[in-house]
């Protein structure tokens, strides 16, 4: 059993490498009864430095199980991950999760400077980093504020400001707006968009909302039913900077959405025919034959 996720640092060689480069990557899971279930199969995948990602698939494709091995949390079975050109003192990625993911016992203002704090930055650049991104989200007056007197859209915004300003090589996003009502998850869209047009990251999303996939990125990648692989890219051709609700009312949109869900059809059925597979009882007579 192999796992190897490599960072290389940025050299005159290595300037039209993909900022990720995924080959050949396998992650099987073993289960009860000694089943094994294979989750990614020989999955290959170039990140551009600066595209923004974004990944749709019928649920239990292996979507989060990618990010999570991208990340360092899951290992591979087989396969590599190489992430390009870091520079020295960066973390590799940072991380925001579908559900509550800032410490409870600090203000926002420290959730928002861990990152920085455990790198041994300075107190300036704390203040100055910390507080450019609080400002961009929203945040300013509630720095002091904890987790637990914040609507979960405000969390959300704590961790979205956490992770840039941690300043990672990639920013790893799975399903960030999925709790939020329909209100607020656009208006963080629309926030995360105005962020991002910053500093262009290298951002891996993931989602199951193709109209969220459609306005926040530059290529989306549809995967197909466990096992999990790449089975089409689409380009995104709307020009940055984007208006969340204007681009919505676009013709072009529209049609971007239907091919993304005609793609999606397929795997969606399949997926449902697995997991009700799988729930079917063992059917037996009277009499074990």
Same mark, same amino acid.
């Given at each position: 059993?192999?796992?190897?996720?490599?960072?290389?640092?940025?050299?005159?060689?290595?300037?039209?490498?993909?900022?990720?480069?995924?080959?050949? @990557?396998? !992650?099987?899971?073993?289960?009860?009864?000694?089943h094994v279930v294979t989750a990614l199969e020989s999955f290959d995948l170039d990140v551009p430095q600066g595209q923004f990602l974004t990944i749709v698939g019928p649920s239990g494709c292996g979507k989060t199980t990618l990010l999570r091995m991208l990340a360092g949390l899951e290992a591979?079975?087989?396969?590599?991950?190489? =992430?390009?050109?870091?520079?020295?003192?960066?973390?590799?990625?940072?991380?925001?999760? %579908?559900?509550?993911?800032?410490?409870?016992?600090?203000?926002?203002?420290?959730? +928002?400077?861990?990152?920085?704090?455990?790198?041994? +930055?300075?107190?300036?650049?704390?203040?100055?980093?910390?507080? #450019?991104?609080?400002?961009?989200?929203?945040?300013?007056?509630?720095?002091?504020?904890?987790? #637990?007197?914040?609507?979960?859209?405000? /969390? %959300?915004?704590?961790?979205? +400001?956490?992770?840039?300003?941690?300043?990672?090589?990639?920013?790893?996003?799975?399903?960030?707006?999925?709790?939020?009502?329909?209100?607020?998850?656009?208006? @963080?869209?629309?926030?995360?968009?105005?962020?991002?047009?910053?500093?262009?990251?290298?951002? =891996?999303?993931?989602? #199951?909302?193709?109209?969220? *996939?459609?306005?926040?990125?530059?290529?989306?990648?549809?995967?197909? +039913?466990?096992?999990?692989? *790449?089975?089409?890219?689409?380009?995104?051709?709307?020009?940055?900077?984007?208006?969340? @609700?204007?681009? /919505? #009312?676009?013709?072009?949109?529209?049609?971007?959405?239907?091919?993304?869900?005609?793609?999606? /059809?397929?795997? =969606?059925?399949? *997926?449902?025919? %697995?997991?009700?597979? !799988?729930?079917?009882?063992?059917?037996?007579?009277?009499?074990? /034959?």
């Open positions: 059993m192999s796992n190897t996720i490599a960072s290389t640092s940025t050299t005159a060689s290595a300037t039209d490498e993909p900022k990720i480069k995924i080959r050949g @990557l396998d !992650k099987r899971f073993d289960v009860s009864g000694g591979a079975t087989s396969g590599t991950i190489e =992430v390009n050109g870091g520079t020295a003192g960066r973390p590799e990625n940072s991380m925001v999760f %579908q559900g509550d993911s800032i410490f409870p016992w600090m203000s926002v203002w420290d959730n +928002a400077a861990y990152g920085l704090a455990v790198r041994g +930055a300075s107190r300036s650049e704390i203040k100055d980093t910390v507080g #450019h991104y609080l400002d961009a989200t929203g945040l300013t007056k509630f720095a002091d504020a904890y987790p #637990h007197q914040l609507s979960g859209g405000m /969390r %959300q915004r704590v961790s979205i +400001a956490r992770a840039f300003a941690n300043d990672p090589e990639i920013l790893l996003m799975d399903e960030p707006f999925s709790a939020l009502d329909e209100q607020n998850k656009t208006l @963080l869209q629309a926030e995360l968009l105005r962020i991002w047009d910053e500093s262009r990251k290298t951002v =891996v999303f993931i989602t #199951h909302s193709v109209d969220e *996939a459609v306005t926040l990125s530059d290529r989306i990648m549809v995967m197909s +039913a466990q096992p999990g692989t *790449a089975k089409a890219f689409i380009d995104v051709p709307f020009e940055r900077p984007r208006d969340v @609700l204007e681009l /919505r #009312h676009r013709p072009e949109y529209g049609a971007i959405v239907y091919d993304i869900w005609q793609q999606l /059809r397929e795997e =969606v059925e399949r *997926a449902k025919q %697995q997991a009700e597979a !799988k729930k079917a009882p063992t059917r037996r007579g009277l009499f074990r /034959r």
